[in-house]
């Protein structure tokens, strides 16, 4: 099994605004640093872009979501790469979400997700909160946990 990810967010500006330059004209760079990262497997892209920021979901929500084969590869990837950087800097370029924005859930290996397939599990998430259909950061964690002390 793979682990897909969902996460979406409201601009707080146009992606043409000045305020969202420091998002907007590092985005290829953040997106082949995730396409050269152990554990990619695939990642959204609009029709003839590299990236999706113009699909938008419910209420103008702007998405990202991708596959990796496991939690490890996705963590290194958010966390200890200059992608980091960025989420730091995430509430200078989106607006504060006062639901879940964010899901996580298993995919057969050669599955490539639909956003509507992703919006589903988070409205599951949101609705029913973790469970084995749709679960979040922690979850995602502790499952990674699990797996290193049984190859402990």
């Not at 963590?75 to 960025?86: I, L, S």
Request: hydrophobic share 40%; proline share 3%.
């Amino acid at each position: 099994m793979h682990l897909a990810e969902l996460n979406i967010g409201k601009f707080k500006y146009p992606t043409s605004d000045m305020r969202m330059s420091g998002f907007m004209n590092n985005l290829d760079r953040i997106n082949a640093l995730a396409e050269r990262s152990e554990g990619f497997v695939w990642r959204l892209k609009a029709d003839g872009s590299n990236n999706a920021t113009d699909l938008r979901v419910g209420d103008d929500y702007a998405v990202n979501m991708s596959v990796w084969t496991d939690a490890k590869a996705l963590e290194n990837y958010v966390f200890k790469t200059v992608h980091a950087q960025f989420y730091k800097r995430k509430a200078e370029f989106f607006e504060a979400m006062e639901k879940p924005h964010m899901v996580f859930w298993n995919v057969v290996e050669g599955h490539t997700p639909t956003l509507s397939e992703a919006m589903d599990k988070l409205e599951d998430y949101e609705k029913n909160g973790p469970s084995e259909r749709a679960f979040g950061w922690a979850e995602v964690m502790d499952i990674e946990r699990m797996r290193s002390l049984r190859c402990a």
